[in-house]
């Protein structure tokens, strides 16, 4: 593509050499992989800058930089004041703006999304159409799946995702957008059809200016939900009546909504509730009438992530009898309240539950059907919001019989530290060990008939995150390797 083609995007730059008769080939973010004939776009990152790698990409090749600061380098900077959000800009272009071209769903909240998305997957899935899901667990595309990094990528991989799936003809792209990429415009660029609002709880805290930013920052999502009312592809905001949120998320967008819950007064409502130890059942109304829904996944939390998914399903005229079935027949969700057998006589549950209101869903549902002891095995991770540690024991606390707080991704801090941050206003019933598989063992070896283990925190995860090291470690092969050595034991 033409250079100048690429820049007409960017009507305020200031170009410092002729650009004419210029091609990209490609955009990079990364002076290391930069080649002959590519666009280098300079982003400043948390731990590194990339204006500080400009020379390397000109020398590698490239045929002009996107730069937020004049640099000496011997190929045209292109001057932009904001160099992510040019980012975001010349790669929608370059990959000739992929999601104008098919239906986008985006979800965003604090917990639920990876539910909500994979449940909106399945409701499509069952419908013959050919999906394509961006999230935390994985960027699948078809049947094609890839290992992603973050919940939403930066712009640049957005949109070259976007644009496989319009040459693989997906029919539907769902994708979790979270707060940092609405907060640093990674998915400007991208045409939404339908935003979801899950719910908004603490998280993040050490990122946003507070809660108040936080929630601007969701909002976000619903503010560039359409910037007119093109009756060519409608426009539409799914919105959880039940969180307090639900206001200021409804203000922001111009757009039609519909609204889920199961207390306030809804456009989808989950009416005679049983929650069981197999599953929940209720009657989703729904503006096209109700149906009753038997299905294997547990907890209230459940329900509002099938009613979420409903909506989008009616959005897009998917009949009831289909939502039905897919509820009512659905793999579930790795890492999202999983349980692991192994014939052992009590129950272990693997969960990514890793905020206060997240445990205290999954502990309360556990409670509810546990004809034992309920134990817990949590952590907080290290370099993020310090204030909820000690709210996440409190939780681990009041539903626990047995807690061992232990290691969650401690990134560049002393675990110690978090352990005294969580525990110090405690004064016992509880354990600490730092290793996340003695803690897990300890667990398991204690637990009886009936019981219930929940190990938190890190669910679909397969990795400990440690002094800027990530080492192989999933929850579940771990938990399934003591079991299996308990039967071997008593073999």
């Known amino acids: 593509m033409k250079l100048k083609t690429l820049l007409a995007e960017l009507p305020f730059a200031k170009v410092t050499k002729p650009i004419h008769k210029k091609k990209v080939k490609r955009i990079s973010m990364d002076s290391r992989s930069t080649q002959a004939g590519d666009l280098f776009v300079c982003i400043r990152g948390v731990n590194t800058d990339g204006h500080r790698f400009a020379s390397q990409a000109a020398a590698n090749g490239a045929v002009a930089i996107i730069a937020e600061q004049e640099l000496d380098v011997s190929v045209p900077v292109i001057r932009v004041n904001d160099s992510r959000r040019a980012l975001a800009q010349v790669a929608s272009k370059f990959y000739h703006h992929p999601t104008s071209k098919l239906p986008v769903i985006g979800i965003t909240g604090t917990n639920g999304k990876t539910t909500v998305a994979y449940l909106i997957d399945e409701l499509f899935s069952h419908d013959h159409k050919?999906?394509?899901?961006?999230?935390?667990?994985?960027?699948?595309?078809?049947?094609?799946?890839?290992?992603?990094?973050?919940?939403?990528?930066?712009?640049?991989?957005?949109?070259?995702?976007?644009?496989?799936?319009?040459?693989?003809?997906?029919?539907?792209?769902?994708?979790?957008?979270?707060?940092?990429?609405?907060?640093?415009?990674?998915?400007?660029?991208?045409?939404?059809?339908?935003?979801?609002?899950?719910?908004?709880?603490?998280?993040?805290?050490?990122?946003?200016?507070?809660?108040?930013?936080?929630?601007?920052?969701?909002?976000?999502?619903?503010?560039?939900?359409?910037?007119?009312?093109?009756?060519?592809?409608?426009?539409?905001?799914?919105?959880?009546?039940?969180?307090?949120?639900?206001?200021?998320?409804?203000?922001?967008?111009?757009?039609?909504?519909l609204t889920y819950g199961i207390e306030q007064q809804a456009d989808l409502m989950a009416t005679d509730i049983r929650l069981q130890e197999t599953g929940t059942c209720f009657i989703m109304k729904t503006p096209k009438g109700e149906v009753a829904i038997d299905s294997p996944l547990m907890g209230r939390f459940s329900i509002y992530n099938m009613l979420a998914a409903a909506a989008v399903g009616i959005i897009f005229d998917l009949p009831l009898s289909l939502i039905q079935h897919s509820f009512e027949n659905t793999k579930g969700i790795p890492g999202r309240f999983e349980s692991i057998r192994e014939g052992q006589p009590f129950g272990v549950v693997v969960d990514y539950a890793h905020t206060p209101d997240s445990l205290e869903s999954v502990l309360e549902t556990i409670s509810a059907f546990c004809r034992g002891s309920v134990r817990v095995v949590v952590g907080c991770g290290g370099d993020r919001d310090r204030e909820k540690r000690p709210q996440m024991a409190d939780v681990a606390m009041k539903y626990g019989e047995q807690v061992i707080f232990t290691s969650d991704n401690p990134r560049t801090e002393d675990p110690a530290q978090i352990f005294h941050e969580m525990t110090s206003h405690l004064k016992e019933g509880y354990e600490v060990m730092d290793d996340r598989e003695e803690a897990i063992r300890c667990a398991l070896t204690s637990a009886r008939e009936g019981d219930v283990v929940l190990i938190a925190g890190k669910g679909h995860e397969t990795f400990q995150e440690i002094n800027g090291d990530r080492r192989h470690f999933d929850d579940r092969e771990v938990a399934r390797r003591i079991l299996k050595g308990f039967k071997e034991h008593t073999r």
């Open 130 to 257: 050919k999906t394509a899901m961006i999230g935390t667990i994985q960027v699948k595309i078809g049947n094609r799946t890839l290992p992603v990094k973050n919940t939403t990528p930066d712009a640049l991989t957005i949109q070259k995702y976007f644009h496989q799936m319009v040459e693989e003809k997906v029919e539907a792209a769902i994708m979790e957008v979270s707060s940092h990429a609405l907060d640093q415009g990674r998915v400007f660029g991208c045409e939404f059809d339908v935003a979801v609002f899950t719910n908004l709880t603490r998280d993040h805290l050490d990122y946003h200016d507070g809660f108040e930013d936080y929630l601007r920052a969701k909002s976000l999502l619903f503010a560039q939900l359409g910037n007119g009312y093109n009756r060519k592809r409608d426009k539409i905001a799914v919105v959880n009546n039940d969180s307090v949120s639900s206001g200021k998320i409804i203000r922001s967008t111009a757009q039609p909504f």
